[in-house]
């Protein structure tokens, strides 16, 4: 990361509304967060994320993953990203399993939010498979990227609870609330340099 007082730079990722990444932005131009997002990556074309990021003036590159071979759009993304020189990679709804190449590339610096509590529900629909499955209590993660699916190690999670009149709408509206406070928070306190990594275990130097 950079100096004590310097700018963390962020890329984000993003395949679709770009609520989480809107969060982010918006806590970084109040100077709630000391950092520059120096890029926006989304790999579907009329992303809103797109029009969101073009909106703030931050750069965006629509690198599409649909029909290319996996090796080659990691590569790839991989390169766009190391021209950009990110600090953090910040995954905003990034709908595709982040390949080895990338990990690799930026070990311990790629987060990403997930709408239930790990390690129940990884995977897609989390606030369906949730729902569904009757839980009283779910949430959201937001956790560091290993070549597991949802399975790095946890930075913040956030409990939601499941009301009888709940529906999957109602209740994944609800954890949309708590994601947009909680990965915020993840990323200041990643930029502040005030996550340590110990094996599956972060631990928060409280400001
Ligand atoms: C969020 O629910 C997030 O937890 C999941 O994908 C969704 C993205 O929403 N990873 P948005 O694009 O940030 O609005």
């Known amino acids: 990361m950079s100096g004590k007082n310097e700018k963390t730079?962020?890329?984000?990722?993003?395949?679709g509304?770009?609520?989480n990444f809107v969060a982010i932005a918006d806590a970084v131009s109040r100077g709630d967060i000391n950092a520059e997002i120096v890029l926006v990556v989304c790999n579907k074309p009329g992303a809103g994320a797109i029009e969101a990021a073009r909106e703030r003036g931050i750069e965006v590159k629509l690198?599409?993953?649909?029909?290319a071979p996996a090796g080659e759009y990691n590569e790839k993304l991989v390169q766009v990203l190391k021209d950009c020189r990110p600090d953090l990679v910040v995954l905003a709804g990034y709908m595709k399993i982040v390949g080895k190449t990338v990990i690799d590339a930026f070990p311990m610096r790629i987060v990403n939010i997930h709408?239930?509590?790990l390690p129940s529900f990884?995977?897609?629909?989390?606030?369906?498979?949730?729902?569904?499955?009757g839980v009283k209590v779910t949430g959201c993660t937001v956790h560091f990227v290993d070549e597991g699916v949802d399975t790095g190690p946890i930075i913040l999670q956030r409990s939601v609870l499941v009301e009888d009149d709940d529906t999957a709408e109602t209740l994944s509206k609800r954890i949309l609330?708590?994601?947009?406070?909680?990965?915020?928070e993840a990323v200041r306190l990643f930029c502040e340099?005030?996550?340590?990594?110990?094996?599956?275990?972060?631990?928060?130097?409280?400001d």
């Open 9 to 15: 730079r962020i890329a984000v990722l993003a395949s």
């Open 17 to 19: 509304r770009g609520s």
């Open 63 to 67: 690198l599409e993953s649909r029909g």
């Open 115 to 117: 709408p239930a509590l």
């Open 122 to 133: 990884p995977g897609l629909n989390a606030q369906k498979q949730a729902f569904d499955y």
């Open 177 to 184: 609330v708590e994601e947009h406070r909680i990965y915020p």
């Open 193 to 206: 340099g005030k996550l340590r990594v110990e094996g599956r275990r972060v631990f928060i130097e409280r």
